[in-house]
């Protein structure tokens, strides 16, 4: 079980991240782009392509599902009050090496 607080310390523990505002919410970019978001306390929104997405929602029935963007599986909607830290950061860090720039490695 994590907080927001503790998930929003892990997504700014990337390197390049910024926190910024996201229709009234939370958003986590890299090089301007948004791979995480916390759209209420209860859930954190990460960007993943397809099969990364289709993997997390089996391996992590309880924890994971599909987020859609209109037509568009765009990544995985995660609970934070069934997820660990160690999933969080996982998602997270693939999200995160989506978007960033090559050379800031991880």
Known sequence: MLSPGQARRIALG?????????HGFPSFR????IFATLPDPGHLNVMLDANQTLWSVQHHPDTCEELWWG???SGV???LGLAGRGIIRELLSEAWR???PSQLGD
């Not at 990337?14 to 996201?22: L, R, V, Y």
């Open 30 to 33: 890299v090089n301007g782009r």
């Open 77 to 79: 909607r995660v609970d």
């Open 14 to 22: 990337f390197p390049g991240t910024a926190e910024q505002d996201h």
């Open 98 to 100: 989506r978007r960033a």
């Open 71 to 73: 037509k568009r599986l």
